[in-house]
């Protein structure tokens, strides 16, 4: 008896430690849930999209993406957060603490480069393009008593190139430099849209820089109740700038955007665009391109200049190596 006994007890044991190793055993891989034929469930996969402000553009756009990731990627958990827009965007994802984020397309060439406002910190290579989304316009602003009817009229002028180092200074800077104006040529004001906006109405100021979408709240704001134009910039002059500086486009501001605004403006935009880290899945960012070009009316809703994203545009202005992901969705629909 006491021999059955210990054969037992020893049968036991191998019967409880063989299902302590299967309960061990290693978890699912993403792609082995049920619907595959495996039993668990897939690896949740977080997309973090970094974007700006809450009162921007680039906020209700990253929104509309998380919506349309979850709703169309199995196994993604997307969610889009405010940042301080480009320059920290590009610093989320170097740190690999987010998956896409909005930037302006001349910021991310700078920082590809390792120039302009990235001279100091070195190329940031880490970062890759997704899609060109929207134009973010160039408008120069003139007060009506300026006597400022072009670029050259800026000469001895009190101008507002943006803040120091911003992506807007260098959009000033190199639209000037086309013309042959330097900022020794001009009193440069370093100040914000909304300083740059108070400043014009009061007359302290000649002109402004301000990079942003159309119509943009501050210039509708100081139209309605200040003499202000919007200066063009002549065709020959849009070609040499976007012939130096391969992330311009060319852009018109039709008639009629802001108050007292008769006739069509030219001038040239740099893109807001959709920036992945190099080493994103392949297949992720695949299905990631896929679902926002099979969900446009959903980001269009979220916000107007939604409504720009195109298969025909999305390479236009691309100033970043094209991830393999998104390359391989655009060779797929050609």
């Not at 989304?133 to 009506?144: K, L, N, R, S």
């Not at 900022?183 to 906006?197: G, K, P, Q």
């Not at 802001?258 to 006739?263: A, I, L």
């Amino acid at each position: 008896m006491l021999k059955l006994n210990r054969v037992a007890a020893v049968l036991l044991v191998l019967v409880l430690v063989s299902a302590l190793v299967a309960g061990c055993g290693p978890a699912a891989t993403p792609g082995e849930g049920e619907g595959e034929g495996g039993g668990g469930a897939a690896e949740t996969v977080f997309i973090s999209i970094a974007t700006g402000g809450t009162g921007g553009t680039y906020y209700p756009l990253g929104g509309a993406m998380a919506k349309i990731f979850n709703e169309n990627i199995p196994g993604v958990n997307a969610n889009a957060e405010a940042t301080g827009a480009s320059i920290a965007n590009i610093q989320l994802i170097e740190d690999g603490d987010a998956q896409l984020a909005l930037i302006q397309n001349d910021i991310s060439y700078y920082a590809y480069e390792g120039i302009e406002m990235y001279s100091d910190k070195g190329k940031q290579e880490r970062i890759r393009g997704m899609a060109c989304v929207y134009p973010e316009t160039i408008q120069i602003v003139a007060h009506g008593k300026s006597g400022i009817n072009s670029i050259e009229d800026m000469v001895g002028k009190k101008i507002a190139v943006g803040d120091v180092g911003s992506g807007t200074e260098a959009n000033a800077r190199q639209i000037l430099e086309a013309h042959g104006i330097t900022y020794d040529d001009i009193t440069v004001d370093y100040l914000s849209f909304a300083e740059a906006a108070d400043n014009l109405r009061d007359g302290h100021i000649d002109a402004a820089f301000i990079t942003a979408g159309f119509p943009t709240s501050a210039i509708t704001e100081i139209a309605l109740t200040s003499d202000v134009k919007l200066v063009p910039i002549a065709d020959d002059k849009v070609e040499a700038i976007k012939a130096k500086y391969p992330y311009y486009t060319d852009v018109v501001i039709p008639a009629g955007t802001y108050n007292n605004q008769d006739e069509d403006v030219k001038t040239v935009a740099v893109m807001a665009m959709l920036v992945v880290p190099e080493d994103l899945d392949e297949e992720l960012v695949y299905n990631m391109t896929k679902a926002l070009f099979e969900n446009l009316d959903d980001l269009k809703a979220a916000h107007d200049r939604g409504g720009d994203l195109s298969l025909e545009t999305a390479l236009n202005g691309m100033s970043l190596p094209v991830h393999p992901g998104a390359q391989r969705y655009y060779d797929e629909v050609k």
